[in-house]
């Protein structure tokens, strides 16, 4: 009688990067909106708004008419301002100081998040489809905006919006990144799959809606995952 087999242990769990090690990364790239400061701040509610009525008021057509054109515009281009541009030569810097002529003032001072980002050696970019004043204004809020040694804005990318790669192309030559030392922090899943291709850690900010959601099924761009921006900084600074 033969003994039976016993089962074949399970094999153990890839290694993966623990947090603490991504602290002396050279350089650490931020996402601006619902990334820096959190998505329960709902200014985008009011960017939604005001582009709506920038649309409104360009082609003279009621606010639901707007609205179903903006989300054409950004199915179709990635950012309502690039359809604007390529389909009606929309004046882009008339667009952006519209549609960011918004109160930021739901945005409270974070303490957490400026110890930790004094905290972390690296050099730190914000790299927005927005734009500087918008970043400015944000970050000034946050108490963050000296932290930063540069925002690379829509206007830096050449108003084409993430995720085409050509941008983060375009970023690493300006900035003098060397991506295999690099840091992408994003609230849009999709946004760090050409940051990835470069040879970036990769950490997404857990978003709910489904813009930012998408793309995260593929799963091996995104090397962390996280839900408290601030708290996660803190551990991985050490504080």
């Known amino acids: 009688m033969t003994a039976p087999t ?3 242990a399970p094999a153990p769990a890839p290694a993966t990067k ?6 002396d990364r050279a350089v650490w790239i931020f996402d601006l909106d619902n990334t820096l400061y959190p998505a329960s701040c709902n200014l985008f509610a009011q960017v939604d708004l005001r582009i709506n009525e920038f649309i409104a008021a360009h082609f003279n057509i009621g ?19 690039r359809g604007l541009m390529s ?10 100081d519209y549609v960011h002529d918004i109160d930021v003032t739901g945005v409270q001072p974070s303490a957490q998040l400026a110890d930790a980002l004094d905290r972390l050696p690296g050099r730190k970019i914000i790299y927005t489809n927005g734009s500087v004043r918008h970043a400015e204004n944000v970050a000034g809020r946050l108490g963050i905006i000296d932290r930063f040694e540069a925002v690379f804005d829509i206007t830096a990318a050449g108003y084409v919006p993430k995720p085409d790669p050509r941008p983060y192309a375009t970023l690493v030559e300006r900035h003098g990144v060397n991506p295999a030392d690099a840091c992408m922090v994003e609230d849009i899943a999709r946004n760090l799959a050409p940051a990835h291709a470069l040879g970036m850690t990769t950490v997404w900010v857990r978003g709910e809606q489904e813009y930012e959601k998408a793309g995260v099924g593929a799963g091996v761009h995104i090397d962390h995952t996280v839900d408290d921006l601030p708290s996660w900084l803190a551990g991985v600074a050490g504080l």
């Open 6 to 8: 016993s089962p074949a």
């Open 87 to 96: 389909e009606h030569d929309v004046d882009p810097v008339a667009y952006m």
């Open 18 to 23: 623990l947090p603490s090690a991504l602290r």
């Open 63 to 81: 606010m639901d008419e707007a609205r179903v054109r903006q989300k054409q515009f950004f199915r179709d281009y990635g950012t309502t301002l």
